[in-house]
């Protein structure tokens, strides 16, 4: 028998953002736990705007377990937060969500690191050059020290723990960068994002580092915000697709457009002002390549007969992926195809 430390993790009940939480559980197996193998746990809601102090149990309900890479026989055990009597807490979002395995998405994380609450690299008075070879870009001028350190341990932390992360790139602010994390199905894409974000947010202690991720930190200047470009396909996109059914669907996200913007993250009106790569928030707009419209379509799609993924470009960076995917689907299946005009 090995004692193993499970990391017990879940979202809290804070508005209009979430903060991950964790404790350990300390128990013996075999071999590695699968999601059978452990137990529901409680915590004390009343320390996580979750309860009030005289009924404060809160259930912690395991949904995913992944290998702990940080640690000796560890595990991450993401929870769902129960109340005591067996339904969805309040602020578990994840069990009502709208999910399908044929719904793929890709989530493009931008965030800035902070440090002495400014940028990472930004001097203690002013400005560092402004922003145009910071993206992608490489060099101690461009990125600094630590940074791509951080970023290269989070990115072999995730892909240890077999989280599906896609990518890493520099950002276009001075300081900022991206990781796409992609999934079948919302809950699957959605649980490994939350992941990649604790793990990200765990790393960052060991460097005295904070990540920021409210969407336009540097407010109203000549600075990008940060977004969380979801990246999405249904079968019936990828393998029928077609112009009428595309024009139809963005019909409908452009009808849909305040409930897309209700669930696409907090203080999204700074960010999407129609500068900075960025559409205004009230005026829905697709086109090709255009990475100034709410939803961008790739060459490849009109190349193939307008068939593969789109990008909505709108959700930003504090986002709840579970939310964004589940809206991104339920405008989605508004739309009749061209199987389901003719049933
Ligand atoms: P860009 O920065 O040019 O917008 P990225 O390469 O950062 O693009 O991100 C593209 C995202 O699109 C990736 O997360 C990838 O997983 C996702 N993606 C690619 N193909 C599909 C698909 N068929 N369905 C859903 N997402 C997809
Ligand atoms: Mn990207
Ligand atoms: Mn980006
Ligand atoms: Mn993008």
Redesign the pocket.
């Known amino acids: 028998m090995t004692k193993f430390k499970l990391e017990y993790i879940w979202l809290d009940g804070y508005t209009p953002v979430p903060n991950l939480r964790g404790k350990t559980l300390i128990k013996e197996y075999d071999s590695f736990p699968t999601l059978e193998d452990l137990p529901d746990w409680g915590f004390d809601g009343s320390s996580t705007q979750q309860a009030d102090g005289s009924n404060s149990d809160c259930v912690l309900k395991p949904i995913r377990v992944f290998v702990d890479p940080a640690r000796k026989n560890g595990a991450l055990v993401l929870c769902e937060v129960m109340n005591p009597d067996g339904t969805p807490h309040a602020s578990n979002k994840r069990a009502t969500i709208l999910d399908d395995d044929g719904t793929?998405?890709?989530?493009?994380q931008e965030y800035f690191f902070y440090k002495d609450g400014r940028p990472l690299g930004f001097p203690e008075h002013g400005y560092p050059e402004p922003q145009g070879k910071y993206y992608t870009g490489v060099g101690f001028k461009q990125v600094g020290s630590i940074a791509r350190q951080i970023v290269e341990e989070h990115l072999d932390l995730c892909l240890e723990c077999g989280i599906n992360h896609?990518?890493i790139?520099a950002e276009v602010a001075k300081g900022q960068w991206?990781f796409?994390?992609?999934g079948k199905g919302s809950k699957k894409a959605a649980d490994e994002m939350w992941m990649a974000r604790y793990l990200l947010e765990r790393l960052t202690e060991k460097y005295g580092v904070d990540i920021e991720y409210h969407c336009k930190p540097l407010g109203d200047t000549d600075w990008n915000g940060s977004g969380m470009?979801a990246?999405?396909?249904t079968e019936y996109l990828?393998t029928v697709g077609g112009q009428d059914y595309f024009e139809a669907l963005m019909k409908a996200f452009e009808e849909n457009l305040e409930d897309h913007i209700a669930v696409y993250g907090p203080d999204n009106h700074m960010r999407l002002t129609g500068k900075h790569e960025t559409a205004p928030w009230n005026k829905f707009s697709y086109g090709v390549a255009d990475r100034g419209a709410s939803v961008?379509v790739p060459h490849s799609f009109i190349k193939n007969g307008y068939k593969?993924?789109l990008?909505d470009r709108r959700p930003n960076s504090q986002g709840d992926p579970y939310q964004i995917a589940s809206q991104i689907l339920k405008t989605v299946a508004s739309v009749p195809t061209a199987a389901s005009a003719a049933a």
């Open positions: 793929w998405f890709g989530f493009e896609e990518g790139n991206e796409q994390i992609f470009h990246n999405f396909s990828r961008r593969g993924y990008e």
